[in-house]
């Protein structure tokens, strides 16, 4: 019997993430592997978070549909109504919703690219056509966006910080394109990254939710919090918009343990304050290699930067998973680059020196 899937299936690739440090171990027969290739935070969690996980109870029951401790919590820290959060097995699983919402068959859907993959894969699901324009010195291109705008535009996605590039856009920017785009058009700001930023331009896109009650901000324990493991983020958005995306919210979608987790990770303060200090000083670091091997990269707002390698960057990234290190390449527009996650000062040494032979001293398989 012939199977018959959805024909959209043929325009969509599964999502590859980074090798395994164990799959690379058996591949290469290395020992030592460094995993700078998914943004995932080298320092670990919370101790807190450790010790929660001797203390589960009750497993046998679904979870709290609400996260009502985690909206609790989470209202009280970005000062907003607790009708205002949804919450998702990973912000992913937000960008699902958001789709199923406001995305219909030949609906059009405004990002740029390179960006996150999923928002063009979410919305192709959904039958509707991507629009994705490049960016504009490495950073989202708005006026762009803006200029694509049609009666068919139904969502549009910013990634601030941006995956890849890991530039952002500041609040005059951000203001000036808000008040440009029509009010029934959703736009959706990714800011998955946010706690690493330190540009003082940032923008406080909570403060945006009254005057804008189309836009919807994302977030995520798995990066800077360290729980990339538990899955869970959340949204913030307008009380109407909060209700529709709970219309197709999967049931019981955070586990218990992934919720008792992030309510344990936003106690420690000073785990966080680690996690951001470390990860700008390292990055300060490998700036300061970088410019002394005169090799190019993108500034970055996050805890990963992008390194031109002068040639293809998916035969450099063989060639240093091959030495231990696992990095990501291969982003649309921009094929001599690899994106490199900010590891631990140690890491980044050892990989530095790699990066040199590679690069600059043409060093062969």
């Excluded at 690739?13 to 164990?22: C, D, L, Q, R, W």
């Excluded at 001797?54 to 709290?64: H, L, Q």
């Excluded at 919305?123 to 049609?150: E, H, Q, R, W, Y």
């Excluded at 930023?197 to 994302?218: A, C, H, M, R």
Aim: charged content about 25%; hydrophobic content about 40%; glycine content about 6%.
């Amino acid at each position: 019997m012939t199977m018959y899937f959805r024909k959209i299936l043929e325009e969509i690739k599964a999502y590859v993430p980074g090798k395994s440090i164990e799959e690379i171990q058996r591949e290469f027969n290395i020992n030592k592997i460094a995993k700078l290739a998914s943004n995932e935070n080298p320092y670990g969690c919370s101790q807190g978070v450790l010790q929660c996980l001797n203390d589960v109870k009750n497993i046998e029951e679904y979870p709290d549909n609400n996260c009502t401790k985690l909206r609790e919590m989470l209202a009280q820290k970005h000062n907003i109504k607790e009708t205002q959060l949804i919450f998702g097995d990973g912000s992913v699983e937000i960008l699902s919703m958001i789709s199923q919402v406001f995305i219909g068959p030949d609906d059009e859907v405004i990002t740029c690219t390179p960006s996150f993959s999923s928002y063009f894969t979410q919305a192709k699901l959904m039958g509707g056509k991507v629009i994705g324009i490049p960016l504009s010195n490495d950073v989202f291109d708005l006026k762009g966006i803006i200029n694509k705008i049609t009666d068919r535009t139904k969502l549009i996605y910013i990634g601030n910080p941006n995956n890849p590039t890991g530039t952002i856009i500041t609040v005059d920017e951000q203001l000036d394109f808000l008040k440009s785009v029509p009010k029934n058009i959703a736009v959706v700001l990714d800011e998955a990254y946010y706690e690493y930023v330190t540009d003082k331009q940032y923008p406080n896109s909570i403060s945006f939710l009254n005057e804008f009650e189309n836009i919807i901000i994302l977030r995520t324990f798995s990066k800077a919090y360290g729980l990339a493991g538990f899955r869970v983020g959340y949204g913030i958005a307008s009380e109407e918009m909060v209700v529709e995306l709970n219309k197709v919210r999967n049931p019981f979608n955070v586990s218990t343990l992934a919720q008792n987790a992030a309510c344990k990770a936003l106690m420690d303060k000073e785990f966080i304050e680690m996690v951001v200090k470390n990860n700008t000083q390292v990055l300060n670091y490998m700036y300061e290699q970088l410019d002394r091997l005169d090799i190019s990269y993108i500034s970055s707002q996050t805890n990963f930067i992008m390194i031109d390698c002068r040639r293809n960057g998916m035969k450099v990234s063989q060639e240093l998973l091959e030495r231990g290190f696992i990095v990501r390449p291969g982003f649309p527009l921009m094929d001599d680059y690899i994106r490199v996650s900010i590891g631990t000062l140690e890491q980044m040494k050892e990989f530095i020196v790699v990066l040199d032979r590679l690069i600059n001293e043409g060093e062969k398989q």
